[in-house]
């Protein structure tokens, strides 16, 4: 029982954090996208500590709850479909023995949210903004940033497991 009780108290706490981090993009509004990103790192201590279901619970808790409370809906959107969902993909992605097959898995994966993120912004929210097009440029410059990110995320994450995680315990 006070293991459950610990695991809902950290996703809690998870889940408000993850939600300032979005806030924070909402009022700033070029970081509506890295605001996103950074809360998507609170699935991965989920992922780390409790597994894949716990992860899954806070992805989807946060998800409602940034579309319900944030006044801007773009950080919850990009939390949705890329930031939030990114950590848990990664960790079954990662699964597969073959590097370059990893590695072409995440790029066809990204492409195809970033391609919803595209359409949903565009078509269903309106939104007038450069990242929201179908350009090659666009395209090219999100996945130069996705391979970033993904090597930068795994780097978070041993830091995390390597030296942060004892300390807290």
Do not use: H
């Not at 998870?14 to 809360?39: E, K, P, R």
């Not at 990114?86 to 492409?111: C, M």
């Not at 990242?131 to 795994?154: E, K, M, P, Q, R």
Request: contains cysteine.
């Amino acid at each position: 029982m006070k293991k459950r009780v610990q695991r809902v108290s950290l996703c809690a706490f998870l889940c408000a954090l993850s939600l300032v981090l979005m806030l924070a993009g909402c009022f700033i509004q070029s970081l509506d996208l890295t605001a996103a990103i950074a809360a998507g790192l609170t699935v991965a201590v989920a992922m780390i500590e409790f597994g894949i279901s716990w992860s899954v619970m806070l992805y989807a808790a946060t998800s409602i709850l940034a579309f319900v409370l944030l006044p801007s809906k773009t950080p919850a959107l990009f939390y949705f479909l890329m930031g939030g969902i990114y950590p848990i993909i990664k960790s079954l992605v990662e699964k597969i023995k073959s590097r370059p097959l990893t590695w072409a898995v995440k790029l066809i994966g990204f492409n195809l949210f970033y391609t919803a993120l595209i359409c949903v912004g565009k078509f269903l929210l309106y939104i007038n903004d450069p990242i929201f097009s179908f350009n090659i440029f666009v395209y090219a410059l999100g996945n130069a940033t996705f391979i970033l990110y993904d090597i930068c995320f795994t780097r978070l994450a041993t830091l995390y497991i390597k030296r942060i995680r004892r300390k807290l315990k």
